[in-house]
């Protein structure tokens, strides 16, 4: 199933009408804090990386990026922000949901908040990331728990969009899970993402 014209208005216009950027210039705090996790080299994919804050804050890391989402407008915004910082990424316009996916083509895979995905859908992305990832190479992922929609502080109003510890488990128990951890915390990450919020923290390496 593709995204829907309704959905890239929808991320084009919040993109174009947040002040400043939607999420903030700064990475992920989650991602930020998994620095030692990253390899010392080789090539990066921050997939739904919107306006660019976790790809360009990989760049920054000495890592060759390749940052995908749906909005041109976000892409635009990343591009920008990575000429302020002084790196270079590649942007690739993709639907997440029909993308061809590279086979073992990355060393790290980075995916932040990416829960517009229903079960089906969110299926069809893990099985990507399994596939895009080289042997050896590490997924970095945090989204938001069910008990999310009662907070109402960021993200999608479905509950079954969410992850559980249980869901990770099953979709990568079989790689080497180095951090997996559910908790609540106050989150500042621009507009988009602001205050108490549950979350859920993964990093695991496919197996050599």
């Known amino acids: 199933m593709a995204m829907s014209d309704p959905q890239l ?21 989650f991602l930020a ?5 990253l390899p010392a080299s080789g090539r ?57 996916w590279p086979e073992a083509e990355f060393d790290l895979v980075a995916g932040i908040f990416f829960q517009f995905a229903d079960p089906d859908q969110r299926a069809g992305i893990f099985a990507g990331i399994r596939r895009a990832l080289k042997p050896g190479g590490t997924l970095i992922l945090q989204g938001y728990r069910p008990e999310q929609v009662d907070y109402g502080t960021g993200g999608p109003k479905q509950r079954e969009n969410m992850y559980t510890e249980a869901l990770l488990r099953e979709a990568f128990g079989d790689w080497d899970i180095v951090h997996l951890r559910s908790h609540d915390s106050e989150v500042d990450e621009g507009e988009g993402h602001v205050g108490m919020s549950a979350l859920i923290d993964l990093v695991a390496r496919k197996p050599a």
């Open 9 to 29: 208005d929808r991320w084009n216009q919040r993109f174009s009408t947040a002040e400043g950027y939607l999420f903030g210039k700064e990475p992920a705090a």
């Open 33 to 37: 804090s998994q620095k030692e996790a």
């Open 44 to 100: 990066a994919l921050a997939i739904a990386d919107g306006e660019g804050r976790n790809g360009v804050w990989l760049a920054r890391q000495g890592l060759s990026v390749v940052s995908m989402d749906f909005s041109p407008i976000g892409q635009e915004k990343a591009r920008t922000l990575a000429a302020e910082a002084g790196v270079e990424i590649e942007t690739i316009q993709a639907d997440i949901f029909t993308w061809d």
